[in-house]
């Protein structure tokens, strides 16, 4: 079983629908929670940044970690043609030995149609 | 440049033969990561250079796989005697020395095996 497991879709929108992309995990000793974005043939961006449980908000983007359940979530309102894209749910933990080397899911392929 | 920049963006060779990538991380980033994404894979970690450190080798697939950065900046990535399996798409990201898991990533460098 992997560590994090993460729906891999594909997903298909219409524009201006909410999107709700999950993330599960096993590993407790994960606190910091990243989403990152990936276009085709690009390299992933970082697109949200959280530590710990609790929610963060940045424009049309909210990301959720409840580390009681294990499950991390990315919601997109208003969605546009232009988030279409791979999003990547990754996950570090706490420690000299494992800052910044992320354990990452498989990636969610949404794709929002005009 | 600002961002990370990675070279060759495609390269594609024969079996059995030895290639190197090449990742320039971005200035003051002390912390450099190679990942190897699969075709609709995820990220899995590969190497990990954190200053004058030794490296974290643990994720690299065979001894035919190998890493060195010098002069804390510039990293190649070596593989010997190539094979099918290898073919990947190869991402370099670095990241501030105390980064708790945001990766900055480079395109990639996408290697075909024949």
């Known amino acids: 079983q992997k560590e994090v497991e993460q729906d891999p879709g594909p997903l298909s929108v219409p524009e201006g629908a909410i999107v709700s992309l999950n993330c599960t995990y096993s590993n407790s000793a994960f606190q910091y929670f990243m989403w990152y974005r990936q276009y085709s043939r690009k390299g992933p961006e970082l697109l949200m940044y959280t530590y710990s449980s609790g929610n963060k908000e940045d424009g049309r983007f909210t990301a959720q970690v409840d580390k009681s359940s294990k499950y991390i979530s990315l919601f997109i309102r208003d969605s546009q043609p232009s988030d279409s894209a791979t999003y990547l749910c990754?996950?570090?933990?706490?420690?000299?030995?494992?800052?910044?080397?992320?354990?990452f899911g498989d990636g969610t392929t949404l794709t929002v149609k005009p | 440049g600002a961002g990370v920049s990675q070279s060759p963006s495609n390269k594609v060779t024969e079996k059995g033969k030895d290639v190197e990538l090449r990742c320039d991380p971005i200035s003051g980033h002390t912390a450099l990561y190679w990942y190897r994404q699969s075709l609709g894979q995820g990220l899995e970690f590969l190497i990990y250079?954190?200053?004058?450190?030794?490296?974290?080798k643990s994720g690299l697939p065979s001894d035919r796989f190998s890493a060195e950065r010098t002069g804390g900046s510039v990293s190649t990535l070596t593989i010997q005697r190539t094979q099918q399996e290898d073919s990947a798409v190869y991402l370099c990201?670095?990241?501030?020395?105390?980064?708790?898991?945001?990766?900055?990533f480079g395109e990639g460098s996408r290697l075909t095996v024949l």
């Open positions: 990201a670095s990241s501030l020395e105390f980064s708790t898991g945001e990766l900055f």
């Open positions: 990754a996950m570090s933990a706490v420690g000299d030995t494992n800052a910044g080397k992320s354990t």
């Open positions: 250079f954190q200053g004058n450190s030794a490296p974290d």
